[in-house]
T-cell receptor, first 109, second 114 residues
């Protein structure tokens, strides 16, 4: 079983819909990252959080440390949000980032 | 803004060749990383370096080596390329102190070994 699991693996929605991507992990962590990867490959860091909630524009990330779960929400989704979203946790024991497999999001106009 | 630059976006090499992938960062970051990304497997750490001339093996170091002669440059070397090393390779850098620092990624090199 992977130490970081994301769901869904693929998500297609219409422009304007509210999007939720989930991340569950099974190891002790000191931080959780949400990353965005556009077609072509480059990866951009969206959020780094260790508790609570962070908001940046239409993106919101939450984490529940007790339940070992995080969610990434996108409000008023737009076709330019189409990308792969990757959850990564900093594994306290191994002292390294462990990545989920990613969620491929497609927003249709 | 941090800039992590990988020398090639696309590269095609032949089996048995020695292949060099170069990565340069411009923000004086202590840590640098090489990952490979394969469908269904996510990103996996090959090697990382936390200082000049220092290197540590990641999860999948077999068939690879690295070089960090200068702080800003981290090179990944495929000693004798094989077809199972066809993949997307991503370089990243971060400030010292792993856990609370975001990693900044390059655009990736899509490497094909024929």
């Amino acid at each position: 079983k992977n130490e970081v699991e994301q769901s869904p693996q693929n998500l297609t929605a219409q422009e304007g819909e509210f999007i939720t991507i989930n991340c569950s992990y099974s190891v002790g962590i000191s931080a959780l990252h949400w990353l965005q990867q556009h077609p072509g490959g480059g990866i951009v860091s969206l959020f780094m959080l260790s508790s609570g909630k962070k908001k940046h524009g239409r993106l919101i990330a939450t984490i529940n440390i007790q339940e070992k779960h995080s969610s990434l929400h996108i409000t008023a989704s737009h076709p330019r949000d189409s990308a792969v979203y990757i959850c990564a946790v900093f594994h306290q024991g191994a002292q390294k980032l462990v990545f989920g497999q990613g969620t491929r999001l497609t927003i249709n106009p | 803004d941090v800039k992590v630059t990988q020398s090639s976006r696309y590269l095609v090499k032949r089996t048995g060749e020695k292949v060099f992938l170069e990565c340069v960062q411009d923000m004086d970051h202590e840590n640098m990383f090489w990952y490979r990304q394969d469908p269904g497997l996510g990103l996996r750490l090959i090697y990382f370096s936390y200082d000049v001339k220092m290197k540590e093996k990641g999860d999948i170091p077999e068939g690879y080596s690295v070089s960090r002669e200068k702080k800003e440059r981290f090179s990944l070397i495929l000693e004798s390329a094989s077809t199972n090393q066809t993949s997307m390779y991503l370089c990243a850098s971060s400030l010292g102190g792993f856990s609370n620092q975001p990693q900044h990624f390059g655009d990736g090199t899509r490497l094909s070994i024929l």
